[in-house]
Structure formats: C-alpha cells, structure tokens
C-alpha cells in the first residue's frame, strides 16, 4: 500500500501560479494528477513515469502546466502557471497506472485532495 501525501493548494488570482506537492510513501511506476470540480468528473490533468520521467499532458493544462519529480525525496510537483477560474477544483495525486493514464480507473493509489481556487 502506497500513501499519497499532497500539499501547495490555495486560493490564487488569475494569471498567477501555485505549486502542488505529492508525497508517496512508496515507488510506483507512474504518477499523476486529476482534478475535480463540483459536479464533475474526476479529469486527468498531467502524469509522469517514474523510471524515465516521461510526462503527459491533458490539452487543457498543456504548456500551462508543468509536472515534475524528485526521485530522492519520493516527491512529484505540479507546477501551475497562467491559471485560470476554469482551474478552480479539487487537485488528486495519483499513483500506480496498470491502463490508460487519462482513465481514473486505472490508477491504484489516491491521495486526498488539495484545493484549488482561482478567483477573477
């Protein structure tokens, strides 16, 4: 069983940025981010592998966003520029892909969510 720890949400204006952070207590194969707004879907916003850090991108976020990992501290980042009220959700870590990243049924591990809001 891996733990998924995230931290770095909060209530950012328009245009700004905020740091997302995902502790895992544990290695898996790959690591993502999903997202949630109220009354939504669970939607996946960027993933990355852990052996060779490659990363993947929903076209919403593309160029925007940035996901990134630490391998000695187990630690993987979203990094989140030129946000926008449309951002506005509840941000998932997830961890341990056995199908398709974009599918949130594939993943094995969640952490319990981080919010964040974009204001005008």
């Known amino acids: 069983q891996v733990q998924l720890i995230e931290s770095g949400g909060g209530l950012v204006q328009a245009g700004g940025s905020l740091r997302l952070s995902c502790a895992a207590s544990?290695?898996?194969?790959?690591m993502g981010w999903f997202r949630q707004a109220p009354g939504k879907e669970r939607d996946f916003v960027a993933s990355?592998?852990?052996?060779?850090?490659?990363?993947y991108y929903a076209d919403s976020v593309k160029d925007r966003f940035t996901i990134s990992k630490d391998n000695a501290k187990n630690t993987v980042y979203l990094q989140m520029n030129s946000l926008k009220p449309e951002d506005t959700a509840v941000y998932y870590c997830?961890?341990?892909?056995?199908?398709?990243?974009?599918?949130?049924?594939?993943?094995?591990?969640w952490g319990q969510g981080t919010q964040v809001t974009v204001s005008l």
């Open positions: 544990g290695r898996t194969n790959v």
């Open positions: 997830a961890g341990d892909a056995k199908g398709l990243h974009v599918i949130k049924d594939s993943w094995g591990y």
């Open positions: 990355i592998t852990w052996s060779r850090g490659i990363t």
